[in-house]
C-alpha cells in the first residue's frame, strides 16, 4: 500500500510578477472565484509568494526597498473551495508545517520609508533599511546584523476566510469612516481603501474582476472577523484555527509568510519575509460559529516553536508617557512603543545601530505583553528578547564587548543618522 | 557554624489598618524617611499588607469591596536604605521568594463599582464582584469560580525606588496636563493627583509630613522612571530587576502582592491580592543607569513560573474595532479589550457568567500578547487562556459539558444581570 | 468566614535525635501506630527531620559524616490514617508545596565514606566530603562549590505506604534472597536486612515494637510495591501521585526532604538533604488498584519545576563499557556511571575538583536519560548538565577561564588525592 | 547577490537495497574512503535510507519485518572528509534540519522476532509486529495504533566519526571477549562481531574492501569512542554535537533517521525509522579531545523539540525487580524494564494491545529517567508518557472510556497472544 506524496494545491513562480499568477490574489472578495477544492480531512500543501510578490533581491542595498509598489503586494494563494463548509460552520485549520522553498533560502526584513508604508518607530527611523536572512535548516543568519542566529517560529502572516457581501460592506464603511475621521490628523494613509489599480482577482475576468477590484478590501489590516493579517507569530507549525464561515466553501485564502517575526512586527515589513510552502488540514464544525460564540478567529498553538527557559529573557518595561515625556491615558501602543525604545537605547552598547536593533525587534522571536492596563493613566507593557539568540552575552551583568557589527543594507548614497537621539 | 534564619526587616499587622502602621508609606516621595538599611548582597525578608491594607474580607458577598475608600490603599512596605547607592546607579533587587503568610491563607480579586475605580471592562460590567481563593501551597482554587485550580506566579505588584524631586515635578506635571486636557471627556478619574487626604508618609511628622501630603506621588499608576505599580506578573520568584537610582539609599519600596495575575489584571483589584512576605538580595552597579542606558527598570524573569506546554493555551485574537463596530486606529488597548470580550463570550458556555469570567481572566496566568501593532488600522493582539487550569476540557474539539458554577460573590441584594449583550 | 491555616500533622525537634521523637518512625512494617488522621480532601502540613535525624552540622569539615550511624537514619512522620482507605484502594496524594523550615535555612550534600555507605562512584572516590547549601527563598548556593546557583526542585525522598504483611514478607525473602547470592562478591553490603538496633517503631511499646524491630523492612532502598524511598526529583510540588493501599487506613509515611536533587542522586547522600514542611492532600480512588493496574506508585508531575530550555543543557554521553575498558551486557547502570565520569572529566577544566564535581553532579537539577538500550552490547545513557547554574559559561565553545573555586568540606586532616586518573 | 540552495553530497536511491548504492557503506573502518569532501562552515544536505536499506514496506502484515536480513543493514551516508580535521581534534557537527523525504511521506516501528533481533522485552513479546506511521508536516499518525497522533522530534540515530586502527581494535578485542565470557548464557548473540557478508565497503575495491570486510567494526552497538548508533532522541535539531577525531578529515558518517523515538528505543526496530535528509554545518577545535577531555561524544540540544508542559507527563515507576520478583542489585536496566511494563499494564486499559503498547512506548517522545541508582539494592528508573499524544484522556483521575483500537501489523496468518499476563 503506497502513500503518496502530498497534493500540492499551489504552485507559485518565483520570477515573474505575483500579478502575473492567476492562482493568487490580492484583495478580500465574496466573489474571487476557487482555485482549488480541498476535502475536509485531506492534508495539502500550498505554495506561497513572499509578501511583495517577487519584488524584494537579496542584495546589500535597500533600493528596492525603498520603491516597493504597495498597491503590488499580499498576493495570497487561494481561495479554496473546503468541501461541506457553509455560512454558520466553523472551519477548522491545522498547520502541520510551514517551509521556506528549497530554491530559495532566504528572506528579508525591512524598514519602510516613511513615506511608502513607514512602520511602528517611523518618527524616528524614517528612512529605508534591509536585512537578508540566509536559511540553514530550522535556523537563520543575517549578514547585516551580525552575532545573531536564531530558529524560526515560522508561521503564516496571513490566513483568513473570505467575507460575505454583509462583511465586506461593514469592512469598507468604518475604514472609510475612520479615514474622513482622521485623515486630516495624519501625515500618512490610516486606511487603505478599495483600490483598483493593480487589483488581482484570481482567475476573475470581465464584470467579476470589475466589481472584485472596486469593493474588494484591501489586504493589509487584519480584521476581526476573519484574521486576514493577523501577523500572529504563535500561530505557527502545529496550530489549529478556528475560522469563521461566510460564503459556501469557506474560501480559505493564505500567505505572507514569515520565517520569524517579533510581537508586534514593528516595522511593518517586519517579519522575515519569505516565500514558501504550507501544509494543511482541514475540517468542519457545523454551526460552530453560534456553538463557539466564534466571532473572531480563535486558535490552539503547536507544540515546537522554539523554547527558551523562561529566565532566558531580558525584559524591558514601556509606559504609556511618549518620548517627548507626554501623558498617554492607558494606550497600550504607546507603551509598547516606548518598550521599543528601551530595547534600542540598551542593545546600542553592543555596537548595532538604531537600525539593526529595529530589525531585530521586528523580525526576532520577542515576546510582547501587555502587563498593567487599569492603572490610571498608565498602562505597562513589555518586550522580552531572547538572550541565546546572541552569541555574547548581552546580560546587563556581563562584561561590556563592543563587536563589529558591521551595518544593515540602506538606500544606496544614502548618509542619514542611524541613531536617534531620545530624550 | 551557624546559619540564621533571614532577617525581617518589616513586619506587618494583619488586624489594623495600613494607615496605622508608620513601617509602611502610600505616596512616592524623596523624603518619606527610611525604616530600615539594607546591604548590598544580604538576604532580607519583609512582610507587605494587601493593597487595600486590610479592608477586604474573607466572605460570600461584595459588600466590603463596594466602599473601598481608595485614598486608603498601597500601604508600601519601605523604603530601604541600600547602603552605597546612589543617584545614577543601577539598583539590582533579585526577588528570592515570595509567600503568602501562613497566618493567611487566601486572597481575593475584585470588579470595583464603576463609580469607584472601575476596571477595564466597566463599560459591560459597572458592578461589583469579588472571588476569595484559598491558598493550599503552590495552588489556589475559588469557592466563587469552581472547576478551576491553578499553581500561583506569585509577584509584587508594586516595586521601586523613589523618585527625586526632579523626577517627581515631572509625574506630577505632567499628570495634571493630562487630566487639564482630557478629564471633561471621561466620567471617571483619569489621573490622581497629589491628595493630602489619607496620606501615610510612613514615619515622617510635622513639616515634612506635610511637603509628602501636598506634594506626594499617588501609588496607582505603574511610572516609566521608576516602575512602581506596574503590575507584570512575570516580575515573579527569581527574577532579577534592574532600577534607576535617583535619591542616595536608593529608598527601595515595595507592597501590592499578588498570588497570580493575568496580563493586563483587567479588573483593576484584578489580582489574588494578599499580605505576604517577600525575599529580596540586592546589589548596585555603580553608574548603571548611563552603561546600561537604563531610564526604565528592566528584568530577567525567575526560572519557576507555571508552564503548560505552549500547545496548551486557547487563544483568542482582538482587532481595534470596538464591541459597536467602531474603528479605531492602531489601539492595541482596544484591541485587548475585544480579545477579552471573545474569551468571556467563549467561556460562558460552560456555565459560568460574565462576571466570574472576568474575575477569572483578570487573576489566573493569562498571557496577552501584541501580536501585530502595524497594519493600519488594525492592532491586533491575542489573549490566551492555559486551558490546565480547568478541570474540565474546554477545546472546541471538546464535547460540551455545563456545569455547576455556582457564582461569584456579589453585593448583598443586587440583582443586576450577569451577562452583557454584545453585538 | 475565616479561612483557618493549615493543620500541621506532624511537628519535629531539630535539637533532639529522631529517635527520641514517637511522632516519627524508621521501619515499614503493617504495625506501626498511626500518629494522626487525615481525611480525603484535607490539606494538612507535616514537618519532616532530614534524613539522618539531625546528625550533620553546619560546618566546614566532614567528620560529622564520616561517622554518621546508618542504623540512625529516615525518621518518617507517620504513618497517617487516611479515612477510609482499605486494601486494593488507590490513594492519590497530591504534594501542595514542600519548603525548607523558617529556622534551619541551609542543607547539605554529601559523599559517604566506601566504608560507610559508599556511593555510585565510591570505586573512585572513596572518602568523605560534605557541601554544605544555604537557602534564600528558591534559590541555594554553597560555599564549598562555588560559582553555582540553582533554584529547588524540592521534593520528598521518601513517600509510600505500609506494606501488608504479605508484602513485607516478599520484601524480606527476596532481599534476604539476594544477600544470600551475591553478598560474597561485593566489600559493602547488598542489602540491609530487618535489625532490630536502633529501630524506631514510631509510638509502639512491648510486643509490637518488638515485632516492627524484628520484621520491619528497613528504609534505604525504594521498591515498586509501594514506592518508598524512589528519590524521583521530579516528584516536586504540584505532583499528583497514586499509590496502592495494603492496609486499612493507608498508613502513609513520608521524609528525608531534599531540596534539590540531580537523577540518580549519585553520592548516595546526594541530595541536598534538609528538614522541612511538605503540605499534602489526599483522596482516595475505590478499589483502583485494579481498575488502575496498580502495582507500583505512579505520578504526574507539577508545573512548576525550574525550567531551563531544552537547549541550555550540556549532555554527557556514556555507554556500557566500564573506565577499565570492560564490555558489559546493556547495563544501564554501567553506562550512567560512564556519562557521570564523563562530566566530571570536563568540569575539572574550570577548577573545579572531583569531589565538588560528584556532589554538584548529586545535588543540581541534573537529567539523567536512557537513551538506547536494545543495541547490543551496548546500552546508552546521557547525562545533561543545566548550563544556567553557573555564573560563567561553561559550553565547549567559550572562552576558558579558571575560577578560584575552594573546596568542599573534608574530613579533617585527611590528604587523600582529589583527583581520580581515568583511563 | 543570489544564495544558493544547499548543496547535497549525498543522494539516496529509494528503489535499490543499499548494498548496491556505493556511496553508502555500513562498516567502521578507518579505510573505507571518502565519498565527498566538506568545509568548515559550509552547510550541506545529506540523503540517507532507512535503517533497513528498503527492505521494509507500506502495508499491514508485518511478514518483511519477519525477514529482515540483519545484516543488510544501516547503509551509512558518508564518510565525510571534513577538511583540515586530524586526529586529536574535536568535530563540531550542528545538525540543523532532519526532515523526510517528500518521496516517501511515512515510516515505521517494528517488532523484531526474538530469534531475528529481538527487543527490549522479547521474553514476553517474542512475535513480530509493525506500526506504519503517515507523515503530515510535523505530525504523524499510524493506522496501526489509533487515536494518537504527535509531533516528530527527528534525529539521526547513527552518527559518529571513523575510528583509528587503534580504537578498531580496541572495539573488536572488548566485543569478543564478551562474547567469549557470557553468549553460553544467552540464547541471543550478545555482540556483533566483524562479518565479511554483506558488508558494504563504500567506494572500496579488492584488498581494502576485503579488509574492511574482514576487520569492520558492526553498526548496531553505539560505543563510547565516536557515538555511532547512539539512538539519543534529544539529538534532534539544532543540536550541537561535539565528536573525537581519530583519522584524517574525520570521516563523519551518518544515517539510520528517526522520525520520533523513545528513551531506550525498546522495541530495538523502534523508532519510527525513515529515510530521509539531514542538513548539517561542522566545524573543528583544534585539538579539542585534550582540551576538552573528550572521550565520548557530547552535544548540547537544540531548542524546538516537542515541548509538553511538565505536568503533562503520566509517569510510571520501575525498579530492579523482576517480572518474576527476584531481586537484582542496582539494575537500571531491569529497572526501567519494569517501568515499562507498568505502563503497558496500564495503557491496557483503554483498549490497545500490548504489541500496539510496545510500539508506542518505543517510538512516541517518551522520556525514560533514572532516578536513583544508589539505594541499595534497587535502582529506580521512571517513564513518562506525554498524555497530550493520545486524542482522548489517558489520566488516571479521567472517566474510562475503551475505544476501538484495531491492531498492529502481525505477521499473515499469525494468531499468537496480544497479551502477556505478568505476575
Redesign the interface.
Known amino acids: 500500500?503506497?502513500?503518496?506524496?502530498?497534493r500540492y494545491v499551489t504552485k507559485v513562480d518565483l520570477t515573474r510578477p505575483g500579478g502575473e499568477q492567476p492562482q493568487l490574489h490580492n484583495r478580500w472578495h465574496p466573489d474571487v472565484p476557487f482555485t482549488e477544492t480541498i476535502e475536509p480531512g485531506e492534508?495539502v500543501k500550498i505554495e506561497c509568494l513572499d509578501w511583495t510578490g517577487n519584488q524584494i533581491k537579496?542584495?546589500?542595498n535597500a533600493d528596492d526597498l525603498r520603491h516597493v509598489d504597495l498597491t503590488q503586494i499580499h498576493y495570497l494563494s487561494g481561495p479554496f473551495n473546503i468541501n461541506g463548509a457553509e455560512p454558520g460552520d466553523?472551519l477548522?485549520v491545522e498547520?502541520?508545517?510551514v517551509q521556506p522553498l528549497?530554491?530559495?533560502?532566504?528572506g528579508y526584513c525591512g524598514v519602510f520609508h516613511k513615506e511608502n508604508g513607514g512602520?511602528?518607530l517611523d518618527k524616528f527611523y524614517p528612512e529605508c533599511a534591509k536585512a537578508?536572512f540566509?536559511f540553514?535548516?530550522?535556523?537563520c543568519t543575517s549578514r547585516h546584523i551580525p552575532h545573531v542566529k536564531f530558529?524560526g517560529l515560522i508561521h503564516p502572516g496571513i490566513i483568513g476566510t473570505a467575507p460575505s457581501y454583509e462583511v465586506l460592506e461593514?469592512w469598507n464603511a468604518?475604514?472609510s469612516?475612520?479615514k474622513a475621521a482622521?485623515q486630516h490628523e495624519h501625515e500618512t494613509?490610516?486606511?487603505?481603501l478599495p483600490e483598483p489599480k493593480n487589483c488581482s482577482p484570481g482567475s476573475a475576468t470581465g464584470e467579476i474582476a470589475a466589481k472584485i477590484a472596486k469593493e474588494g478590501a484591501r489586504t493589509?489590516?487584519?480584521?476581526?472577523e476573519h484574521?486576514g493579517?493577523?501577523?500572529?507569530?504563535?500561530l505557527s507549525?502545529?496550530s489549529k484555527a478556528?475560522f469563521p464561515v461566510y460564503v459556501k466553501g469557506a474560501k480559505l485564502s493564505l500567505g505572507d509568510l514569515h520565517f520569524s517575526q517579533g510581537?508586534?512586527?514593528?516595522?511593518?515589513c517586519?517579519a522575515i519575509e519569505m516565500p514558501g510552502v504550507i501544509?494543511i488540514?482541514t475540517s468542519i464544525?457545523k454551526g460552530?460559529m453560534k456553538?463557539?460564540?466564534l466571532?473572531?478567529?480563535?486558535?490552539?498553538?503547536?507544540?515546537?516553536?522554539?523554547?527558551?527557559?523562561?529566565?532566558?529573557?531580558?525584559?524591558?518595561?514601556?509606559?504609556s508617557?511618549t518620548e517627548e515625556?507626554?501623558?498617554?491615558?492607558?494606550?497600550?501602543?504607546t507603551a509598547?512603543r516606548?518598550a521599543c525604545i528601551?530595547a534600542i537605547?540598551?542593545l546600542?552598547?553592543f555596537g548595532y545601530n538604531d537600525y539593526q536593533i529595529y530589525l531585530l525587534l521586528s523580525s526576532a522571536p520577542i515576546?510582547?505583553?501587555?502587563?498593567?492596563?487599569?492603572?490610571?493613566?498608565?498602562?505597562?507593557?513589555?518586550i522580552?528578547i531572547p538572550m541565546?539568540i546572541f552569541d555574547f552575552?548581552i546580560?546587563?551583568?556581563a562584561e561590556?564587548k563592543k563587536l563589529d557589527m558591521g551595518n544593515c543594507a540602506l538606500v544606496t548614497g544614502s548618509d542619514h543618522a542611524l541613531t536617534y537621539s531620545f530624550k
Not at 540553514?136 to 535556523?139: F, L, M, R
Open positions: 500500500m503506497a502513500k503518496d506524496p502530498l492534508t537579496n542584495t546589500d466553523c477548522v498547520i502541520k508545517d528549497e530554491r530559495q533560502p532566504w512602520g511602528f537578508v540566509d540553514e535548516g530550522i535556523h530558529s461593514e468604518r475604514e469612516g475612520l482622521i494613509s490610516v486606511a487603505n493589509i489590516p487584519g480584521r476581526p484574521g493579517n493577523c501577523d500572529i507569530k504563535n507549525r502545529g478556528f510581537d508586534g512586527e514593528i516595522t511593518f517586519g501544509t488540514q464544525i460552530g456553538s463557539l460564540s466571532k473572531s478567529p480563535m486558535f490552539i498553538p503547536g507544540d515546537v516553536p522554539n523554547q527558551y527557559g523562561p529566565s532566558r529573557y531580558l525584559t524591558f518595561e514601556g509606559f508617557v515625556g507626554e501623558q498617554k491615558f492607558l494606550c497600550a501602543t509598547y516606548q528601551r537605547e540598551y546600542r552598547r515576546e510582547g505583553h501587555i502587563a498593567g492596563i487599569v492603572d490610571v493613566p498608565n498602562a505597562c507593557t513589555t522580552g541565546d552575552d546580560s546587563p551583568m561590556l
